[in-house]
C-alpha cells in the first residue's frame, strides 16, 4: 500500500504560480511511477503530468506544458507539480498517483493509489 498526500493548493490569480506538493508513505516511494491528474468541475479527471520512478522521464498533457514541471525528490518521498502562468481553466481538484510500476503512465487505470486531492482556483 501507498499513502498519499497532497498539499499546496489554494486560491491564485491568472499568472501565479503554484507548487503542489504530494507526500507518500509505505510501500517503497523511489519503485513507482508517479503521475499529476485533475478533475474540474463538471469534467472527467485529466491527466496532467507523469514521472519514472528515478525522475528519468517525464511527460506532459498539451493543456500544461511549458508551464509545468513534474519532478519527485526519492530521499523524501515526495512528488512536486510546479505550475507557472496559472489560467482560470487550470482550475480543479489535483490529485497524485502511484503505480507500482516504474514507467511512464499517461491513462489513469495504470495508477493503483490516489491521494484526496487539493484544489486549485485560479481567478481570472
Known amino acids: 500500500q501507498v499513502q498519499l498526500v497532497e498539499s499546496g493548493g489554494g486560491l491564485v490569480q491568472a499568472g501565479d504560480s503554484l507548487r503542489l506538493s504530494c507526500a507518500a508513505s509505505?510501500?517503497?516511494?523511489?519503485?513507482?511511477?508517479m503521475g499529476w491528474f485533475r478533475q474540474a468541475p463538471g469534467k472527467e479527471r485529466e491527466f496532467v503530468a507523469a514521472?519514472?520512478?528515478?525522475?528519468?522521464?517525464?511527460t506532459y498533457a498539451d493543456s500544461v506544458k511549458g508551464r509545468s514541471t513534474i519532478s519527485r525528490d526519492n530521499a523524501k518521498n515526495t512528488l512536486y507539480l510546479q505550475m507557472n502562468n496559472l489560467k482560470p481553466e487550470d482550475t480543479a481538484v489535483y490529485y497524485c498517483?502511484?503505480?507500482?510500476?516504474?514507467?511512464?503512465?499517461?491513462?489513469?487505470?495504470?495508477?493503483?493509489?490516489w491521494g484526496q486531492g487539493t484544489k486549485v482556483t485560479v481567478s481570472p
Open positions: 498517483a502511484a503505480t507500482r510500476n516504474s514507467g511512464l503512465y499517461r491513462m489513469s487505470r495504470s495508477y493503483d493509489y
Open positions: 509505505g510501500r517503497t516511494f523511489s519503485g513507482c511511477g
Open positions: 514521472i519514472t520512478w528515478n525522475g528519468d522521464r517525464t
